[in-house]
């Protein structure tokens, strides 16, 4: 499985071998300094070959940057973690238009839930019943294809079994895949932002491919940027697939801007993660509602409203 958060305007690219206790530390990292308006990194990606969730297993972390960076400042920043390896790895270049072929090459469509992603060679693959997201990926992250975007699309289908959100956010939009999604379904405009604004316009012309071109109201910002005076100020659903650090950022943010009943859908951490994850968010009023785990990326449905509610006993 290889997606990531896709380059829009890579030149250079840091390629690291390491062990899953590595890569896990480089994530959190990266996810701390990674914000392309202050730092060269404009993205990072990490591959987890046929993922076991083995910490000795080798794992691939790219890190790509929008300008040639400066090579010692970057090497002194991540020696701590992956040792004078460092020293020997050369940064590389790649050219962008060599990967969006690459991302777009062979992609099939993706089933969950009620849900068929598929680009435009693949309409035919569209059942009667289906909601289906036609996906230009292009230059954002979101096709379907990712663990974790998967493990959104099926959580939000287990949460539509139970309940139509009247309002939504998705944080970290990419495609504006999770966004269209619900959109179609509950038939109702969703929010929907991201810290690249290639992404968001990535996002907003999917949404015209989708014959939705109202469906998403959207935004560039970091997190919950997206106050406008028309837009709620409350959300039943919010979906936020984006990396570890950052969600423990947002933590506070999330749970401020849900409803008394509200669920937040987690996603974008590794399995090791989750156990912090969930109590960070239950400091803040949420309790875990249900959890899975697809290719080592876990996905959280977390709910306000106190404690989960108990399994009832036989009688
Ligand atoms: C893993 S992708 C998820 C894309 C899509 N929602 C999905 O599920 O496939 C994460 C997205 O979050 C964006 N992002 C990263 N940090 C962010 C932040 N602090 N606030 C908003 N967006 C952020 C990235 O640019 C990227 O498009």
Redesign the pocket.
């Known amino acids: 499985m290889r997606e ?2 896709l380059p829009s305007t890579v030149t250079t690219v840091l390629e690291l071998s390491t062990s899953g206790d590595k890569a896990r530390a480089l994530t959190e990292l990266l ?1 701390e300094v ?3 308006t202050e730092t060269a990194i404009s ?1 990072f990606e990490i591959e987890d070959g046929v993922t076991t969730l083995s910490l000795n297993a080798p794992w691939k972390v790219e890190v790509y940057f929008a300008a040639h960076p400066d090579e010692d400042a970057v090497r002194d920043m991540l020696r701590p973690i992956v040792g004078d390896v460092i020293d020997t790895t050369p940064f590389t270049t790649v050219s962008q238009q060599d990967w969006v072929s690459a991302s777009l090459d062979g992609l099939k469509p993706v089933r969950a839930g009620r849900v068929l992603v598929h680009g435009a060679h693949d309409r035919q693959a569209v059942r009667i019943n289906d909601v289906a997201i036609e996906i230009e990926a292009a230059l ?5 294809h ?1 663990g ?2 998967a493990g ?1 699309l099926l959580a939000l289908d287990a949460e539509l079994k139970q309940r139509r959100p009247r309002h939504a956010i ?10 269209l999604a619900l959109a179609k379904q509950i038939k109702r405009k969703v929010v929907a ?4 604004w290639v ?1 968001v316009e990535v996002a907003a012309k999917n949404a015209r491919l989708n014959h939705a071109p109202n469906a998403l109201d959207l935004y560039v ?3 919950l940027r997206h106050l406008k005076a028309d837009r709620p100020r409350h959300f039943d659903l919010v ?1 936020a ?3 570890a650090g ?1 969600l423990r ?2 933590a506070p943010s999330i749970a401020r801007v849900l409803t008394r009943d509200g669920v937040v859908i987690l ?2 951490l590794l399995a090791m993660d989750v156990a912090g994850i969930v109590s960070t968010y239950r400091h803040q009023g949420l309790y875990l509602a249900r959890q899975s785990l697809r290719e080592g990326w876990a996905t959280l449905v977390m709910k306000k409203g106190g404690a989960a509610p108990r399994p009832r006993r036989p009688r």
Not at 170 to 179: K, S
Not at 193 to 196: E, K, R, T
Request: hydrophobic content about 35%.
């Open positions: 990531g958060l996810g990674f914000d392309p993205s954002a992250f979101g096709t379907g990712h974790t975007t959104c998705d944080v970290g939009t990419g495609t504006g895949i999770l966004a932002g991201d810290i690249d992404a910002g970091p997190g979906f697939n984006i990396l950052p950022r947002l996603s974008g």
